[in-house]
């Protein structure tokens, strides 16, 4: 993608996707630092996420100086410290301050401003956990994770029918299968903490375990007639295929078949009178772990419909559908919309 030109939210997902397979990926989140700075953002509000994207690939790529610099630009270009969108920028500026050595102090601080969002952001289990992970901070996470929890579930058990009682298991509402509530998401960042930790199961792994069967079951049975609308970009297409042939019959025999049939649901819904719609970024590592936690294959269509209701709950891996004619096409080709997917529903 050139660098000089301006950034419009398409190429943001993008780059959220793909920066970390490029060959120079620290090159990618420099370039997204400049064009936030330089005014190179189609959508001057984007400059936040712009930078916090930049944070985190420098994070992953163990710089935490760069890291840190990013986030602590990304914060001052959101509206203020409480905008909900900065939240994963004062984790990652966390996980820097760890990397930098002698500043777990202000780490800690962040992170136990940001503990409040446990509550209410089912974005935050993932993004806080992970920091504390990164600080060597685990069991402070599952404490954490845990007293949330019991907060959460206690209200909505209270609300349900009233006081709390620790003899049964509290009333949860799952959510839709493709935006699950905070509660699941508390859960599953709890279960997969304690499984890091080596700690014995208890009631609250068992309920994780039970809403993760019930979003498969609910999302295989929203999708018994339509497409799970998993988008595989071209590199984790080639893998998939070749490491489950037997999946050509689902997501097609090629790229270009993958890409046709996509666009065709899509097509096909909208014309159902859906609105909003998208598709989800998926990777083979992803799916993998999946199958791995729910002890199935990947191939399975039962453990397929749950790792899309994972990755479609995820704000990050939606891709609009559709782009402007003239856009860059949802696909990530580098062609213009109506040069490549477009036609694709009508072959």
């Given at each position: 993608m050139p660098t000089r030109?301006?950034?419009?939210?398409?190429?943001?997902?993008?780059?959220?996707?793909?920066a970390l397979g490029m060959a120079d990926p620290l090159g990618v989140a420099a370039d997204l630092a400049e064009a936030a700075e330089q005014g190179r953002l189609e959508d001057p509000d984007d400059a936040g996420d712009a930078l916090t994207l930049a944070a985190e690939i420098a994070e992953i790529r163990a710089r935490p100086e760069a890291a840190l610099r990013y986030a602590?630009?990304?914060?001052?270009?959101?509206?203020s410290g409480d905008d909900p969108r900065a939240g994963f920028a004062r984790a990652l500026r966390a996980r820097a301050l760890f990397r930098a050595g002698g500043r777990d102090d202000e780490a800690m601080a962040e992170l136990t401003a940001l503990r409040q969002l446990l509550l209410v952001q089912p974005d935050a289990p993932a993004y806080v956990s992970a920091a504390l992970d990164a600080g060597g901070r685990s069991a402070t996470a599952e404490t954490w994770l845990s007293e949330a929890v019991d907060t959460v579930l206690g209200d909505r058990a209270t609300a349900a029918s009233g006081p709390a009682?620790?003899?049964?298991d509290?009333?949860?509402?799952?959510g839709p299968p493709d935006a699950p509530g905070v509660a699941f998401f508390l859960l599953q960042q709890r279960h997969r903490v304690r499984r890091n930790l080596n700690l014995p199961h208890d009631r609250q792994d068992d309920l994780a375990?039970?809403?993760?069967?019930?979003?498969v079951r609910r999302a295989g049975e929203r999708r018994d007639s339509e497409s799970d609308l998993l988008f595989w970009p071209r590199a984790e297409f080639?893998?998939?295929l070749a490491e489950h042939p037997a999946l050509s019959e689902v997501y097609g025999p090629d790229w270009d078949a993958h890409r046709g049939r996509l666009e065709t649901e899509l097509v096909r819904l909208r014309g159902a009178g859906q609105a909003g719609l998208g598709v989800f970024g998926a990777t083979v590592p992803g799916l993998t772990a999946f199958a791995g936690r729910r002890g199935g294959d990947p191939a399975d269509a039962s453990v397929r419909a749950g790792y899309a209701a994972e990755v479609s709950a995820r704000p990050s891996a939606r891709i609009a559908w559709p782009p402007e004619r003239n856009d860059a096409c949802w696909c990530g080709s580098g062609l213009k919309y109506k040069k490549d997917c477009l036609p694709r529903s009508r072959s």
């Open positions: 030109e301006t950034l419009t939210k398409a190429d943001l997902a993008e780059l959220r996707r793909s602590e630009q990304a914060l001052a270009a959101y509206p009682s620790t003899a049964i509290p009333v949860v509402d799952l375990d039970r809403l993760e069967t019930q979003l080639d893998r998939l």
